[in-house]
């Protein structure tokens, strides 16, 4: 996965969805993290992973990896807005047995990370998130392609009054 290009993107993607909003003054960061947390919900949702309840399969792949790349999106902007853009970043392997304690874990990584937003934190967020794709099945190609996809749509969807 370019990081580093994906950075870029999404620095481009926010710079033109504030100056759309004329944002550009405001700190976004509260608002990024509780986005971040709504589309980690939305995703767990998809996958239906907790859902001992029902009998319905999981969305398709291509619904679960769009929803995953939401996340990607809100986290690379709240590093961006953090200033840890150019910070070389080492992911750690840490996935759990299943999906459910997984998300449970990434759940957590956030909320420390709202508690004390140093890079380690930040760093450690993205590692969880990165392990659950493993978790999900979605390898650094796939991820980078529906990433630069949704960016794409992210701008149309602001010229059309999102
Ligand atoms: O400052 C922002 C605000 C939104 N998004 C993108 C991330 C997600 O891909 C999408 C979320 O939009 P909803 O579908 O949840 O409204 O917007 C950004 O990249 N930067």
Known sequence: ?????????????????????????????????????????????????????????????????EEFVDGVHFILSVGIECGFEGSKLQFENCHSENLTDQFLSVYESVNKFKTSQSFKNYENLFSEYVSLAKLLGFNSYEIEEAYIQKNEVNYERQQNGY
């Open 1 to 65: 996965m370019n990081i580093t290009r994906l950075y870029t993107m999404q620095r481009e993607l926010d710079a033109h969805i504030q100056s759309n909003h004329q944002l550009q003054q405001d700190n976004l960061i509260d608002k990024k993290i509780l986005a971040l947390l709504v589309e980690i919900g939305e995703l767990a949702n998809e996958t239906r992973c907790f859902k001992f309840w029902s009998l319905k399969p999981p969305a398709t792949k291509e619904k679960i990896l």
